[in-house]
């Protein structure tokens, strides 16, 4: 794999005159305060309506299946409350996550005037996104799918419909943990409800009929395990992130870069021994 030059990805420029701002429309007047953000995407919509349609399934099964028709008023008190809590703490990240500005660098702000005005000192490099047509600032990707360059972008991440970026991914954060741990307590009443049914009469242990009950528990507990995995992973990942400063999309560059690297050397070192294992092959 060879080296690909930075520039085939992005203009990078030394003199304003160089960015050809000529080409860019200037920025449109700023939203009003109070704009709500958020991406038309039909695939991110369908997404956020599955995931919102998913909690609202495991809310149904453990009030109705599981709760409710208990005879055990504590248990059923105490595990009703904080499931409700931690549903509605994760669909309110999800909504914030969802609705916030990730970041976005205004568009089309790559203008003559706006150069001039950062008063760029002699060998100063300025990024410039030939998609969006705007300045960019340090760390900011764009993403194909908001059509916007996010800063500090993570990814795209169509479950929540929106860029995970400098200004939302506390609530991406939340978000993955809350819906970790309700899938966790989800998981561990469907356990204990078993247990309860094998033990008893099944017609006693739910308001439902026995095979309608264990259809509705069993895809629960099939719900409760992949989200678990899945959410559990991205909250790590998040963590790591936070913690070492790197984005995702940051880290990918470094591994590419470092993977080309590895490849390129490797290549000189076989260029460069080839004429070496030759002589000795012929001696």
């Not at 931690?86 to 996550?97: G, K, Q, T, V």
């Amino acid at each position: 794999m060879m080296l690909i030059p930075a520039h085939h990805f992005r203009d990078i420029e030394r003199k304003p005159e160089y960015l050809q701002p000529e080409k860019c429309v200037p920025p449109p007047h700023p939203s009003p305060v109070g704009t709500m953000w958020f991406i038309r995407d039909g695939c991110g919509i369908a997404c956020a309506v599955v995931t919102w349609f998913l909690v609202l399934y495991a809310e149904f099964v453990v009030l109705f299946v599981m709760l409710i028709p208990s005879r055990d008023y504590v248990y059923s008190i105490i595990n009703g409350i904080m499931f409700n809590l931690l549903a509605f703490l994760a669909l309110a990240s999800h909504c914030r996550a969802m609705l916030t500005d990730p970041g976005a660098v205004p568009k089309g702000n790559a203008t003559k005037e706006f150069i001039e005005s950062l008063q760029l000192k002699p060998g100063q490099v300025v990024y410039k996104c030939p998609k969006c047509c705007s300045i960019k600032p340090d760390r900011a990707h764009h993403c194909s799918v908001c059509k916007r360059c996010i800063r500090k972008m993570d990814h795209h991440c169509p479950w929540v419909n929106n860029c995970v970026g400098e200004n939302n991914q506390k609530y991406f954060v939340l978000f993955t943990m809350y819906i970790a741990l309700i899938s966790l307590h989800a998981l561990i009443m469907v356990g204990f409800h078993f247990l309860h049914c094998f033990e008893e009469d099944w017609t006693k242990c739910s308001s439902f009929s026995p095979p309608t009950t264990v259809i509705l528990l069993i895809l629960l507990c099939f719900e409760g395990l992949l989200f678990l995995i899945f959410t559990s992973v991205m909250f790590g990942t998040q963590v790591h992130s936070i913690c070492t400063d790197e984005t995702k999309a940051k880290s990918s560059q470094r591994k590419s870069l470092e993977a080309s690297t590895h490849a390129l050397g490797h290549r000189f070192e076989e260029l460069f021994t080839m004429p070496r294992m030759f002589n000795q092959g012929t001696l």
